[in-house]
């Protein structure tokens, strides 16, 4: 093989591995990117939560209902408005439950009969971690409402 067709085979694969290494270097930095701007504050977030409970747990060996949300978490950033449907599936049973957020400045004291659901809307108004209870079922009926601050 001459030398000049070394050459060329040797600077044709060059120029395929830098071609590939700038591919992957911005298609993640794009991706990134991407992810960094769905996170703006001010937005609707929608949530499903139902009455969950745990399977097994003996409520008289422990004294405590075996209850619990679906979601144990929800987070927002402070500006959005918040929408939780929230679903009591205990249709059979009878039980109610609540969603009820008594830390300032939210007022929040919804409560589900057997088999209703109800929409709750709210605006995150201040950041901070609150918790959600169902008044009928603690302490283990719990979650946390964590409102943090956009980016600047
Ligand atoms: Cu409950």
New binding site residues.
């Given amino acids: 093989m001459k030398d000049t067709s070394k050459i060329t085979i040797i600077a044709c694969i060059s120029i395929a591995a830098i071609i590939i290494a700038v591919i992957a270097i911005t298609v993640p930095m794009k991706n990134t990117q991407e992810n960094v701007q769905t996170a703006y504050a001010g937005v609707k977030r929608e949530y499903w939560l139902f009455?969950s409970d745990v399977p097994l747990f003996n409520e008289t060996k422990t004294g405590m209902?075996h209850?619990a949300?679906s979601m144990p978490v929800i987070s927002a950033l402070k500006g959005d408005t918040i929408v939780i449907h929230f679903f009591?599936t205990e249709e059979s049973t009878g039980?109610?439950?609540?969603f009820t957020i008594w830390d300032k400045p939210y007022n929040i004291n919804v409560e589900v009969s057997p088999g209703e659901n109800k929409t709750i809307t709210f605006v995150a108004t201040t950041a901070g971690v609150f918790t959600y209870y169902?008044?009928?079922?603690q302490p283990t009926?719990r979650g946390q409402l964590i409102v943090e601050l956009p980016n600047p």
Avoid: R, V
């Fill in positions: 009455n209902p209850d949300f009591n039980d109610h439950h609540s169902c008044t009928f079922h009926m």
